[in-house]
Structure formats: structure tokens, C-alpha cells
């Protein structure tokens, strides 16, 4: 019966000792699997360091309005998009002059969002090619400072040529005449009644040289003519077009004096004046 006690503790014993055997090899493995786990941290410094913050990118940043008739506004919106990770603000959208004009822009973009920027351009005092520049202000490390063009061609309705009619004209000179040319560059016909003038020492007689597109203006002083100096008067003519009623140019004629002393006072030095 002991032999058998004995026998059954052994068998207990080595049980045992396999089972703090396993049990250590498991716990070894534990340990080796936590280590290979542990640079975890160092792959989210890492993230934190990638991180690239707010960048705008334009759809374009140059518009071309091409060919539009002087006076008409020119208007256009620039679309933007935050495509960094962190929120882009605009702080400031300044036009190059008074003649160009921003709108409501977008202050505040998120990440992947759009934003716009609208653009007026007053084309009224301008003839010719013109290139305007908008310059945008944000908080974007690498693109504080970014500048919006647009560019085109701006053309006048009607060209007058000269743009005012002048007589420089002798004390004795008598009657004298000058042209002026009206074009229309338009494909609308312009029609033009006949013209009016507000001095009498000026005629006026509307001429046809192509119905709807050219015209001439004969000018011509009607004597007696005043005394030396300038005197000034306009023409003026209703069109068919509903924007632009009438047209009106200045009309000036210098007479000059009979007799003309230069210079006009003699200023003596005041120890040179008789009874001193």
C-alpha cells in the first residue's frame, strides 16, 4: 500500500514541475511579445511630428476676362481648398487699387473644405490691355502671402477723335473749321440725331459717312468772335443706344490779344525808385 502512495506522489511531483515549466514559457513569451509591441510610442510622435498643418490650393489664381466694353464691371470668384490638417484662415484679401474690389470671402476653411474669394474689377476709367493683381494673406507657413491676377482687354463703345475740338486763333483771324470723328465699334448700330451746340460762336453739322458705324462732326467758329481769351461750348448728340443716351464733346476757342507784353509788370528793386 505505501509503494502505491508513493508511486502516485511521484507521478503528482512530476505533474508539477511540467506544469512550472509550461507556466514559465508562457510568461517568457509574454515578455517577448510586450517587447516587440513597445516602439508603439515612438510611431505616434511620429504621427505628431508628419503633421503638415493648413495648405490652400487654387483652382487658378489667374483669370483672363478676355475683351469687355469700357464701363462694364468685371466679376470673378476665386475657389480655394484647405488641402493640409489643420484650419486655414484667411487674414486679409487686398485688392492692388480702388478700381478692383473684394467681395465677402471665406475667413475660415477646415481641412479637405473649400472657400471663395469674389473679385469685382471697375473697368470704367481703363482702355486697352490690363493686368490687375489681388494679394491674399493667410496663415499658411510656406504661403503667407499669395498674389490673384486677372487680366484682359478693355475696349471703348464708341471712339472720338480728337476727344475735344479746339481753335487757336489770331486777333483778326477769321472763321475757322475742324473735324470730328465718331466710331462705333460695337455690332449694335448706332444711330445719331443731329447735333446741338450751347455757345453761338460755334456751328455744328452732323455728316454720315457709314449709317450705324461712322460719323464726322464738322465744327466751325461763326464771327464776330469775342475779345482775346477762351471761350467754351459743347456739342452734343442723342444715340439710339439705351446705355449710353448721348454724346457730348467740349469745344474751346483761345483768341489771342492784339497786343501781348512780356512781360506784363517790370518790378524794380525798391533803393532803384525814383525820390529815394
Do not use: H
Request: glycine share 8%.
Amino acid at each position: 500500500m505505501s509503494e502505491i502512495v508513493c508511486s502516485q506522489l511521484r507521478y503528482m511531483n512530476r505533474v508539477f514541475r511540467e506544469l512550472l515549466v509550461l507556466v514559465s514559457i508562457m510568461s517568457v513569451g509574454t515578455l517577448v511579445a510586450g517587447a516587440r509591441q513597445a516602439p508603439a510610442p515612438p510611431a505616434a510622435a511620429a504621427a505628431t511630428t508628419n503633421a503638415i498643418g493648413p495648405k490652400i490650393q487654387f483652382a487658378t489664381t489667374l483669370y483672363d476676362f478676355g475683351r469687355v466694353r469700357n464701363g462694364d464691371p468685371v466679376k470673378y470668384t476665386y475657389v480655394f481648398t484647405n488641402t493640409g490638417d489643420a484650419l486655414l484662415v484667411l487674414n486679409n484679401v487686398q485688392p492692388q487699387c480702388g478700381c478692383t474690389a473684394a467681395g465677402e470671402w471665406t475667413k475660415q476653411v477646415e481641412p479637405g473644405k473649400t472657400g471663395v474669394i469674389p473679385i469685382q474689377f471697375n473697368t470704367a476709367a481703363y482702355t486697352g490691355g490690363v493686368l490687375k493683381q489681388v494679394t491674399v494673406f493667410c496663415n499658411v507657413s510656406t504661403q503667407a502671402v499669395l498674389p490673384l491676377q486677372l487680366k484682359g482687354t478693355v475696349y471703348k463703345a464708341y471712339d472720338i477723335n480728337p476727344q475735344m475740338g479746339v481753335f487757336n486763333m489770331g486777333p483778326d483771324a477769321g472763321a475757322a473749321s475742324l473735324v470730328i470723328t465718331i466710331t462705333n465699334n460695337m455690332e449694335e448700330p448706332l444711330l445719331l440725331s443731329s447735333p446741338t451746340v450751347n455757345n453761338r460762336i460755334f456751328s455744328v453739322e452732323l455728316v454720315t459717312n457709314q449709317l450705324g458705324k461712322g460719323y464726322q462732326i464738322k465744327v466751325s467758329t461763326v464771327p464776330p468772335m469775342p475779345a482775346a481769351g477762351s471761350s467754351q461750348g459743347q456739342v452734343v448728340l442723342k444715340t439710339s443706344w439705351t446705355n449710353t443716351p448721348t454724346i457730348a464733346v467740349p469745344l474751346a476757342a483761345n483768341i489771342q490779344a492784339a497786343v501781348v507784353v512780356i512781360p506784363p509788370v517790370i518790378n524794380l528793386p525798391r533803393d532803384r525808385c525814383p525820390g529815394r
